[in-house]
């Protein structure tokens, strides 16, 4: 298995550009998640679904969306890019009746310059 | 709510020393508990878990015991290496029907040759 997956590992967003991050994961999982970390901090939770086609806001939901057709990808769009969303994305899983430990990404640095 | 408190650091050490990093936890119920480990540059992995009271979870020389009686799920290791350096998060995930983890703010290990 590969795991939890991310593409792509680095960018950078002029101001208002919009992008998507990429995840996807090949363990079949129900959960999936994900989260910002700034600098010296911890996570904080963005957006996470329950399978395919529900999808729920976390601590910090404004100025990204999510979407969950399949049970394998979870992308998260960001529109309008302002410099706040500097940051490291994480993309997580957790298979369902599990003991509920969590299966990340290797994440994906964004500078919005 | 839910809530995870673990010791600021950085925690700095010289090689061969011992480790404990502080983690307590409010939370209703019987949670989950985890250490996730994050090195540099990587996301988060699961060091170790325990799932109910009086639990104790090992890996990697690391160990931690479920107390219930505390609220505490401290993190220990007899003789650090300099490849232990990395940020440590404590977490729970609530009993019943949640999926949501809490995470603790991270502890950053800084080991000394």
């Known amino acids: 298995n590969a795991g939890v997956t991310q593409t792509p590992k680095f960018r950078i967003l002029k101001i208002g550009q919009s992008m998507t991050l990429q995840c996807a994961q090949d363990?079949?999982?129900?959960?999936m998640y994900w989260y910002r970390q700034d600098p010296g901090m911890g996570l904080k939770l963005i957006y996470y679904?329950?399978?395919?086609?529900?999808?729920d806001k976390g601590e910090v939901p404004n100025g990204y969306n999510v979407s969950r057709s399949t049970t394998e990808d979870f992308p998260l769009r960001l529109e309008l890019a302002a410099p706040s969303q500097t940051s490291v994305y994480f993309c997580?899983?957790?298979?369902?009746?599990?003991?509920?430990?969590?299966?990340f990404g290797p994440g994906t640095r964004l500078t919005v310059t | 709510g839910d809530s995870v408190t673990q010791m600021e650091g950085p925690v700095t050490l010289s090689e061969e020393a011992c480790l404990t990093i502080?983690?307590?936890?409010?939370?209703?119920?019987?949670?989950?508990l985890f250490w996730y480990v994050q090195y540099p540059g990587e996301g988060l992995q699961l060091l170790l878990k325990?799932?109910?009271?009086?639990d104790k979870g090992s890996n990697k020389g690391f160990e931690a015991t479920y107390r219930k009686e505390t609220t505490s799920f401290h993190l220990e290791k007899g003789s650090v290496q300099v490849s232990d350096s990395a940020v440590y998060f404590c977490?729970?995930?609530?009993?019943?029907?949640?999926?949501?983890?809490?995470f603790g703010r991270g502890t950053s290990l800084i080991v000394h040759p």
């Open positions: 997580a899983s957790v298979a369902t009746g599990s003991s509920r430990e969590q299966y």
């Open positions: 363990m079949n999982h129900n959960y």
């Open positions: 679904s329950v399978g395919a086609g529900i999808t």
């Open positions: 502080n983690c307590t936890y409010t939370a209703t119920g019987y949670p989950s």
């Open positions: 325990a799932t109910k009271a009086d």
């Open positions: 977490a729970l995930t609530a009993s019943g029907g949640s999926y949501i983890p809490t």
